[in-house]
């Protein structure tokens, strides 16, 4: 099937934004760019990824199956981050190994960050899964993620006296881990799938520069409940309109941010490896050198990336990116081979038309009415001999 490049476009985009939000500093309410990029960046990761998670065919596969295909690509990248980032916030504690391996366990219960994004989107995987498997139709599935995901937004984080309960780990890491208030965007991504990407196009559009509009708003006249309502219907009109274009690879093209897009786990996994180094460089981050020094550093680390993706060892323990299809070489004179659902929403695209001197050689035709038949062409007609 041949690779969405609209689909990499977007996933390009957001990864920059994810960069963007953790390199500039304060809280959201009290920062604009990153209340706008935190509005809305990670729904449209997980819907994407959800939209590649095909709703109707993954309840036709095993367990087995589903298990060794999500973790095949992302669990040891996952591990090695993990262990990576963990020795970087505890460089003290490397010589003393009772406490490092203490906090190596709190950090696969807590994880640092970003990386919450690979559990969450292997476990919302297991759960679209099930869903299909229970028999449950899209608009079923869609309506137990939501409200699911309320649940999650309504139940409140344990507080920190029940530290040694037994419920605490398991509700926190859920909560936590989880955040399953992200679960509705991967199902309705999965779900939209196999919908109409053209369907109320133009609604959705006004639709979601009104909820933008209510989300500046919202900045500066906070109300929980609004914001949190304000919160679904913009990613859920944003989700449908983006992969509306994306299925019907309708936005315009640009190779880096197609390469990002390709990319997007191992630069999602190191990008924060830059940050923490600048900051180490530059102890004040309020000064001019910061904004300077992060993003030298990130540009070092994108060319790092995209010169040790071609290594085989390393992109199976770091990286996990997808390695470019070669393009197959097509014989001359030959009608190029398409898969079924390569087409740009999964439907079985028509072979090209040829003209008739490119079905038959050129010389068959010559000094006779009709062309010769193709056998008589590949064999050649047989020689007359002298009487």
């Known amino acids: 099937m041949r690779r969405n490049t609209n689909l990499d476009l977007l996933k390009g985009v957001l990864i920059i934004l994810v960069v963007a939000g953790h390199v500039l500093e304060g809280q959201l309410s009290e920062s604009l760019p990153r209340y706008l990029i935190y509005a809305f960046h990670m729904p449209l990761f997980l819907g ?32 090695t981050a993990v262990l990576v980032y963990c020795s970087l916030l505890n460089v003290p504690h490397l010589g003393e190994p009772r406490v490092f391996l203490t906090r190596l366990a709190e950090s696969f219960e807590r994880p640092y960050l970003h990386l919450w994004f690979i559990p969450a989107y292997v476990v919302f995987s297991l759960s679209t899964w099930l869903l299909r498997r229970l028999g449950l139709s899209g608009g079923s599935a869609l309506l137990v993620a939501l409200a699911l995901s309320l649940a999650g937004l309504l139940v409140p984080a344990p507080p920190a006296e029940l530290r040694g309960d037994f419920l605490y780990v398991p509700l926190d890491g859920a909560l936590h881990i989880l955040r399953p208030y992200f679960f509705v965007f991967f199902v309705l991504g999965s779900v939209l799938r196999r919908g109409n990407p053209r369907r109320g196009r133009t609604a959705n559009l006004v639709f979601s520069l009104a ?18 309502l304000n919160f679904f219907l913009l990613n859920f009109a944003l989700i449908r309109l983006l992969l509306g274009f994306a299925a019907t690879e309708s936005l315009p093209g640009c190779r880096w941010l197609e390469w990002m897009g390709r990319n997007s786990l191992p630069l999602y996994l190191w990008h924060v490896v830059p940050i923490l180094c600048a900051r180490h460089l530059v102890r004040q981050i309020d000064v001019l050198p910061y904004p300077l020094v992060v993003l030298a550093l990130l540009a070092i680390g994108l060319m790092v990336i995209y010169r040790l993706t071609g290594s085989e060892l390393l992109n199976r323990f770091l990286f996990g990116a997808v390695k470019d299809r070669p393009k197959a070489r097509v014989r001359r004179g030959a009608v190029p081979e398409e898969s079924p659902g390569s087409g740009p929403v999964g439907a079985p695209r028509k ?18 009415g009709s062309p010769r038949s193709p056998q008589s062409v590949r064999c050649g007609s047989p020689r007359r001999t002298r009487s």
Do not use: M, N
């Open 48 to 79: 994407i990824a959800g939209f590649l998670f095909d709703y109707e065919k993954c309840g036709q596969r095993r367990l087995l199956d589903v298990l060794s295909k999500l973790l095949g690509r992302v669990a040891l990248p996952y591990l």
């Open 211 to 228: 909820l933008a509009v209510g989300t500046v708003l919202l900045y500066f006249f906070p109300h929980y409940d609004l914001q949190a």
């Open 351 to 368: 072979a090209p038309r040829t003209s008739r001197s490119a079905r038959w050689p050129a010389s068959a035709g010559r000094g006779s």
